[in-house]
């Protein structure tokens, strides 16, 4: 089978689909255009959520479960095995932890296993379990023992492969397939720049960074606000779900949840990723070097992957680190900067595109469906 062949029909069975990096990224992969099978249906075991909503205008179904609770659960596996069973998938993917336990459950209950491929999706990196529910222990403590059933499971990143194979997993294939930027939607635009800043009262000389993300341990933005108490003479748009409940500082702009974020990325000089664990591939990094803004990160995941030559990467949980970090590249002159900024915009544009994204996921699901893969 070559890889021009699609699926005829793909099932994606995900935890939720509310605000989030591995929400956003199955958004892009199944809205894309052209499709990357004839159909494809979305599960969400939880109800609502903004992506539910995009995914639906992008004309690709979407059935919401509600597992909020031990009925609920039981109840949705029922459904999901109906489903599968009615619609024939040649694939059934899960995406996040939960997903691919639920979909490899709802495969086995709706006897089309021999029929049907097996896929997970591995969206993380090191986890900080102290910081999470038993409950999540025990469903990756579950899949880590079921990894080898799985036809392929796919990591964002390599670092997120290799910590999970430390868990435990198993797999019989394995592939890294990082995330895809939409860099036709995520790009720099001077005249938004000058909007955009007029908008929010900033001076059009001042040095902005863009930090997204929601607050979560996960994402430090403690450590953030830490290095950014050190840069009085910086400023910061913080952009995410409870942003606007952080410390009110004289240089932070908490603007909240948007949905306009590749609108707001260019009124910025650089984007910044203080992640403390856990992340994989970051997409806001990845989203700001596409709209030309040179990248501080955390050495968390893939982060010196993507970052390259455009940035800088420090230790995790070190706002010392991050502000040195933060001061050395906005103090480089005007002609280096603007160098960083183009092979910021190059690096995501070459090598990180919603199109290359979506030709590793054709290739990974061609060699699954190949008759010598069963």
């Known amino acids: 089978m070559g890889v ?9 069975v995900i935890t939720h689909l509310w605000v989030g990096g591995a929400e956003a990224t199955l958004t892009r992969l199944v809205t ?10 979305v599960v969400a075991l939880r109800p609502g959520g903004p992506h539910a909503d995009r995914i639906r205008a992008g004309g690709v179904t979407v059935e919401e479960l509600n597992f909020g609770t031990p009925f609920g659960v039981a109840a949705g596996l029922y459904r999901l095995a109906k489903l599968i069973t009615r619609t024939q998938p040649d694939i059934v993917q ?4 939960h997903g691919d336990l639920a979909a490899l459950v709802g495969l086995a209950l709706s006897g089309r296993r021999r029929m049907t491929r097996l896929a997970w999706a591995i969206r993380g990196s090191d986890i900080d379990f102290s910081r999470y529910s038993l409950q999540l222990r025990l469903v ?20 997120g492969l290799k910590i999970h194979l430390g868990y435990g997993y198993r ?13 036709r939607r995520f790009r720099p635009d001077s005249s938004l720049r ?8 900033i001076p059009a000389e001042a040095i902005v960074l863009a930090h997204v993300a929601r607050v979560n341990p996960m994402k430090d933005h403690e450590g953030f606000l830490e290095a950014m108490a050190g840069l009085p003479d910086l400023r910061a748009l913080l952009i995410g779900a409870d942003t ?11 603007l909240g949840r948007r949905d306009d974020v590749e609108r707001l990325l260019p009124a910025a000089d650089f984007v910044v990723s203080s992640s403390a664990f856990g992340e994989g591939f970051s997409n806001a990094l990845a989203e700001g070097m596409a709209c030309g803004l040179p990248a501080i990160s955390t050495d968390v995941g893939d982060a010196a992957i993507v970052v390259g030559d455009a940035g800088t990467v420090v230790p995790p949980r070190d706002p010392h680190a991050l502000a040195s970090a933060i001061r050395a590249l906005a103090d480089e002159a005007p002609a280096a900067r603007a160098e960083r900024s183009r092979r910021a915009r190059a690096r995501i544009v070459e090598r990180f595109s919603l199109e290359k994204s979506i030709a590793r996921w054709s290739e990974s699901y061609a060699a699954i469906l190949s008759p010598s893969a069963r």
């Open 194 to 201: 000058a909007a955009v800043r007029r908008e929010l009262g």
């Open 140 to 159: 990756v403590k579950a899949c880590a023992l079921l990894s080898r059933l799985p036809d392929l499971i796919t990591a964002n990143s390599a670092a």
């Open 244 to 254: 606007e409940d952080l410390p009110d500082r004289p240089n932070l702009l908490r």
């Open 4 to 12: 021009s062949v699609r699926p005829r029909k793909l099932l994606y």
């Open 171 to 183: 797999p019989r294939r394995a592939e890294i397939i990082p995330n895809g930027i939409d860099t």
């Open 94 to 97: 899960g995406w996040m932890y």
């Open 32 to 41: 894309a255009e052209p499709k990357i099978a004839d159909e494809i249906i």
